[in-house]
């Protein structure tokens, strides 16, 4: 952090994203979030991008406990034909089921992209 001159409490947001945040165990965040945690505001926003097709329920968990409090589904569409086309690996079920259980673990703020 002393790279970024990052001071103590000062930083409110936390995006993990790009590519797919959710392939990876909880478990493997823990040094990222154990150097985070001394700069966070009390309430930063703590934001993961997620495939509703590799979103389990543990790893919605798992996220959770880190202090993840905020979760984006890359969704993109609830239709079968359309998530064909654009190559998804999820079908719109698992996205329905992504989001019941984010809500389950905890989650109050859940997005769809």
Same mark, same amino acid.
């Given at each position: 952090?002393?790279?970024f001159?990052a #001071? ?11 590519g797919?945040p ?10 990222i979030?154990?150097l985070?945690n ?7 926003e ?12 543990e790893?919605? #968990? ?18 079968k #034909?359309?998530?064909?086309?654009l ?7 698992m996205s ?18």
């Amino acid at each position: 952090m002393q790279r970024f001159q990052a #001071e103590k409490e000062t930083i409110e947001t936390v995006f993990i994203g790009g590519g797919t945040p959710s392939t990876v165990a909880p478990q493997l965040y823990e040094e990222i979030f154990d150097l985070l945690n001394p700069y966070l505001v009390k309430n930063a926003e703590i934001t993961s991008e997620a495939n509703p097709n590799s979103a389990t329920k543990e790893w919605l #968990e798992g996220m959770y406990t880190l202090g993840v409090n905020r979760i984006s589904f890359g969704t993109q569409t609830f239709d079968k #034909e359309k998530l064909k086309i654009l190559n998804r690996a999820h079908t719109p079920q698992m996205s329905s089921d992504a989001v019941h259980n984010a809500s389950a673990v905890g989650f109050k703020n859940i997005s769809l992209i």
